[in-house]
């Protein structure tokens, strides 16, 4: 994999990227909550770009992985903000948005705010408005009260913390409310033995999407993280097939 390398942003923040040259459309891996470019999914993706020519950015978010930051600053519209930048300063004109867990909320956020450049999506357990359906009456009170949530965290052994700015800006950013301005093709995939994000989620976004090039595979067996050689192996026949 390429090496590290640091893109500054005008407040002095530095996100962590890599990037390979090649043919377009830019494959842009994001990656989900508390999750870097490091991942299975984002490696596997940037070394098939390698290996077949295509150009591809993988980030990490500030606060995490290599980037500078707090976690505990992060935001949907931060971090969107953040991915539009890179794609602006390092990319080609057209990009392939791909998106895992909330990467996929984010990648949807992003694509509204550079639709011109946007040439496919993919969505991998895509989870968009998480912090409406994610969130019991008690948490959300805490979170509304300014107190940040403990989640059990089954991926590690510490608890997966919620911060009362994250999920004040998720409120605002939610798209499932309304039709998705959104025409390029778009691919979601998602495993229906998932415990973090309801498959339903993947049919919820494609009746909203405004584009008519939807198609959402289901997996049976498929978990969350959908990182079995298999589950890569589906990720990249879907990336390479895209039109």
Same mark, same amino acid.
């Given at each position: 994999? *390429?090496?590290?390398?640091?893109?500054?942003?005008?407040?002095? !923040?530095?996100?962590?990227?890599?990037?390979?040259?090649?043919?377009?459309?830019?494959?842009?891996?994001?990656?989900?909550?508390?999750?870097?470019?490091?991942?299975?999914?984002?490696?596997?993706? =940037?070394?098939?770009?390698? @290996?077949?020519? !295509?150009?591809?950015?993988?980030?990490?978010?500030?606060?995490?992985?290599?980037?500078?930051? /707090?976690?505990?600053?992060?935001?949907?519209?931060?971090? !969107?903000? *953040?991915?539009?930048?890179?794609? @602006?300063?390092?990319?080609?004109?057209?990009?392939?948005?791909?998106?895992?867990?909330?990467?996929?909320?984010?990648?949807?956020?992003?694509?509204?705010?550079?639709?011109?450049?946007?040439?496919?999506?993919?969505?991998?357990?895509?989870?968009?408005?998480?912090?409406?359906?994610?969130?019991?009456?008690? /948490?959300?009170?805490?979170?509304?009260?300014?107190?940040?949530? =403990?989640?059990?965290?089954?991926?590690?052994?510490?608890?997966?913390?919620?911060?009362?700015? =994250?999920?004040?800006?998720?409120?605002?950013?939610?798209?499932?409310? @309304?039709?998705?301005?959104?025409?390029?093709?778009?691919?979601?995939?998602?495993?229906?033995?998932?415990?973090?994000?309801?498959?339903?989620?993947?049919?919820?976004?494609?009746?909203?999407?405004?584009?008519?090039?939807?198609?959402?595979?289901?997996?049976?067996?498929?978990?969350?993280?959908?990182? !079995?050689?298999?589950?890569?192996?589906?990720?990249?026949?879907?990336?390479?097939?895209?039109?």
């Amino acid at each position: 994999m *390429e090496s590290t390398a640091f893109h500054p942003l005008p407040d002095g !923040r530095r996100i962590a990227y890599r990037h390979a040259p090649g043919t377009g459309p830019a494959l842009v891996f994001l990656p989900g909550y508390m999750s870097d470019m490091a991942g299975g999914k984002a490696s596997a993706v =940037f070394g098939w770009a390698v @290996a077949n020519g !295509r150009e591809c950015l993988v980030l990490d978010y500030s606060g995490c992985g290599e980037s500078e930051g /707090q976690f505990a600053d992060g935001t949907l519209t931060r971090w !969107r903000d *953040e991915v539009v930048a890179l794609v @602006a300063a390092l990319c080609g004109p057209d990009v392939v948005l791909i998106g895992s867990s909330m990467g996929g909320w984010l990648m949807l956020l992003a694509a509204l705010a550079m639709p011109q450049r946007v040439r496919g999506l993919v969505g991998i357990a895509a989870a968009p408005d998480f912090t409406d359906w994610g969130y019991d009456a008690d /948490q959300k009170a805490a979170l509304t009260a300014g107190k940040t949530v =403990f989640e059990d965290n089954p991926y590690g052994p510490d608890p997966t913390p919620i911060y009362p700015g =994250f999920w004040t800006d998720g409120e605002a950013q939610q798209v499932l409310d @309304a039709p998705i301005a959104l025409t390029c093709p778009v691919r979601l995939i998602h495993g229906q033995a998932d415990a973090d994000v309801p498959w339903q989620t993947a049919l919820r976004l494609a009746e909203m999407l405004r584009s008519a090039d939807v198609q959402v595979t289901l997996v049976k067996d498929g978990d969350h993280r959908l990182s !079995r050689d298999q589950d890569i192996a589906l990720l990249l026949r879907t990336i390479e097939m895209l039109p």
